[in-house]
């Protein structure tokens, strides 16, 4: 009786859960396949959420999915490591030694065998070599960096209000990610002032800095407008065309040598892949070390190796620009290959990604939120405003929340947020 097909997915962020998820339901529960998903965290959260669990604007616990429970519902396995290496001749992944937080080693290096693999690593900020950045700033890129911002956040809240001094906080970079904690950051301290110092907001003095023309450079210049406008409407200082040249222990270096100071810094600049991806195992990819993949999500050297998602490079036919990182794109592409892997198996050609474009959000917290829609779907190529634009934000989630669980789990998760939101602080004080 011959194997299974092994098919493993490293990465669990938006696409490698998704189509872990729905590979699971189709091929693993019948024997088909085996599924397995490899992730260095042992939960998922939603990344363009990052913000608000960095904030402390939102619950953790109630977001986070746990892998090892998901798993065990949808059919695949879940393996905990983090990916340093390939070895494509053997069709092996290799993965780091695993330690617990306090650094015992639980687990050695070690290799998992593949038939298919599919990398959806996602991706991180890009620091472009600035002197100073790892030392001294704090980055947005997973739940665990998330939380130690989170920490160090409450940590210079209390000591500002013990000491009666300002909270200075500098963000290099303006995309969504910059925009939208920035604004979360605001709405914090607007509900913590009624936790016993009424003055806490007024304390915060926030620079965002960009170092093109305008803030949401990937949006429409309307929202860029609109966006910054809002900003500095709730006290904030945004400075574009100012490309850093340094971070120090008290600020970033900017221009002529001007010093924004600063007690937390964060980097929300740039996007790349992982370092190690970097020609993996003489994979093609580009200078941000993404996987360059053609029309069928297959890397251009080999076709049993799969990209998807942030750490993909797809220029689609006549189109000059690859496809931007976001998680509408990362979305697509689980559901494309979840389409048409089974098939793809069973010796039948892969169909040809396309992408739909229904639009970009931005939301600004609970001050506002702006939006285009798309080429498809109901109002196309409208631009939204203020509450209808918060609440089509919202419902991102909301499908994402569905496409893993189904209709009535995503039903009950809301519903216990909204009744958690109901007896359980608005914010995190602890």
């Excluded at 494509?88 to 593949?114: A, F, K």
């Excluded at 209808?388 to 039903?411: D, E, V």
Aim: glycine share 10%; hydrophobic share 40%.
């Amino acid at each position: 009786m011959s194997q299974p097909v092994r098919i493993v997915i490293v990465g669990g962020g938006i696409a490698g859960i998704l189509l872990a998820t729905r590979l699971g339901d189709q091929l693993g529960r019948s024997g088909r396949a085996s599924v397995t998903l490899i992730d260095s965290s042992p939960t998922h959260i939603w990344k363009p959420m990052l913000h608000t669990i960095a904030a402390g604007t939102r619950d953790v616990q109630q977001q986070q999915v746990i892998y090892l429970a998901h798993a065990r519902d949808h059919g695949f396995t879940y393996q905990p490591g983090a990916m340093h290496g390939l070895d494509r001749s053997r069709q092996l992944v290799q993965l780091d030694e695993l330690r617990t937080p306090e650094g015992e080693v639980v687990l050695g290096p070690r290799t998992v065998g593949y038939d298919v693999l599919v990398l959806s690593l996602g991706s991180r900020a890009n620091d472009f070599g600035v002197p100073g950045v790892k030392e001294h700033c704090h980055f947005i890129d997973s739940q665990k960096q998330a939380e130690a911002f989170n920490a160090a956040l409450r940590a210079r809240v209390f000591r500002s209000v013990a000491k009666d001094e300002s909270l200075r906080v500098a963000i290099v970079g303006a995309g969504a990610t910059g925009v939208e904690l920035s604004a979360e950051l605001s709405r914090l301290l607007d509900v913590a002032s009624s936790y016993g110092d009424p003055t806490v907001r007024e304390r915060l003095n926030l620079t965002l800095l960009e170092s093109g023309p305008r803030v949401l450079a990937a949006f429409p210049p309307e929202i860029s407008a609109s966006s910054q406008s809002q900003l500095e409407h709730i006290g904030f200082r945004v400075l574009t065309s100012a490309r850093v040249t340094a971070a120090e222990a008290n600020g970033f270096r900017h221009g002529d040598g001007t010093l924004v100071e600063a007690d937390l810094m964060v980097w929300a600049a740039g996007v790349k892949a992982p370092d190690f991806m970097n020609n993996l195992d003489g994979l093609e990819t580009n200078r941000s070390n993404q996987i360059v993949v053609g029309a069928s999500l297959q890397s251009s050297r080999d076709d049993h190796v799969f990209a998807l998602g942030d750490c993909a490079s797809l220029t689609l036919a006549g189109h000059e620009r690859q496809l931007a990182p976001t998680a509408q794109v990362a979305t697509q592409q689980a559901e494309h290959l979840a389409r048409h892997l089974p098939g793809w198996l069973a010796g039948k050609p892969l169909a040809d990604f396309s992408f739909r474009d229904f639009g970009s959000l931005v939301s600004l917290s609970d001050y506002n939120a702006f939006g285009t829609l798309g080429r498809f779907g109901l109002f196309r190529g409208g631009f939204i405003r203020g509450r209808f634009a918060q609440l089509s934000h919202a419902m991102l989630y909301r499908r994402h929340q569905q496409a893993l669980h189904g209709f009535r789990k995503a039903t009950l998760l809301w519903t216990a947020e909204r009744i958690n939101g109901l007896v359980q602080p608005k914010i995190r004080l602890t």
